[in-house]
């Protein structure tokens, strides 16, 4: 197969070419680096099967070489992020799907979207599943992002309906793991550049807001198994085990030995309260679960972010811009 993977210089996006190079498939890596990094694409460029177009997916582009997949990985991931950039999430939430949608169409390709456990906003079932519709503040902070994903996941659902794209929508709940970027601004990221530095731990309002934590290689095992099933409903991909984010804080602060203890920030508008991915289908239709527990997970993590810390000097990046 020969697959177009938009956001590939990004975390879960270049973990997915790399998935995709393992089985022996070619890879079209596509990025502008408005998230991504260039440290990503480098390990990818040295892998055979793999060429990069520069280009901003909100923008039209024309694929003349056969593709068998697309996948639309490109988009803002860290509320930090998207709050600085809102007009491009949602131009490469809206504009980027429907162009992504033209090119599979146009290929008879499949289509895959990461969406996301944002679709469930605040949610008031918990935990959630595929069901749910959600409970989503549209002119909030955060409808930059959780709209641009509801919209396309409509779309997508359209073209399926209308163009008989043959579609899958994922919904990916917090991931962590090697390739984050170390001033992304998310929760498990700045943790451990914080710890590692000897600084507090940022905790935003009394850390009794839940997450559910995925290592990136069960995410990204969950996502490769959805692409090429034929499940056409959003599925949800995530790792079920709920932690406080008073809890991360204490775990990482062990697992690093670092002793800076905790700063208590105030907790950011519209902040969701809980969030645990129900998974029964994916497990049903997928045969996938989960294999790696935080604990160990972060174990595989904390090398990455140290080497960045000790060479270059990483540092973390909270809602308050420090
Ligand atoms: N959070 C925190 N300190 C930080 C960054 C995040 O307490 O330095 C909290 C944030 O308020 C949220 C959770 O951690 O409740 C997860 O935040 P993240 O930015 O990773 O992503 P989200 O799940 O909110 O999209």
Redesign the pocket.
Known sequence: MRVLVTGAAGFLGSHLADRFLNDGHQVVGLDNFSTGSRENLGELLERPGFTFVEHDISRPIVFAEPLDGVLHFASPA??VDYLEIPIQTLKVGSLGTHNCLGIAKAHGARFLLASTS?VYGDPQVHPQPESYWGHVNPVGVRGCYDEAKRFAEAITMAYHRYHGVDTRIVRIF?TYGTRMRPGD????S?FIVQALRGEPL????E?T?T?SFCHVSDEVEGIYRAFHSSLVEPVNIGNPSEFT?RELAEIVLRLTGSGAGIEWLP??ED??KV?QPDITLARRELGWEPRVGLEEGLRRTIPYFEALVRTRGAKSR?VSGD
């Open positions: 860290s509320p944002e917090n601004g998310r929760v498990v700045n940022t905790v935003y309002g850390g807001q997450r984010i907790l950011p902040d969701p969030r909270t």
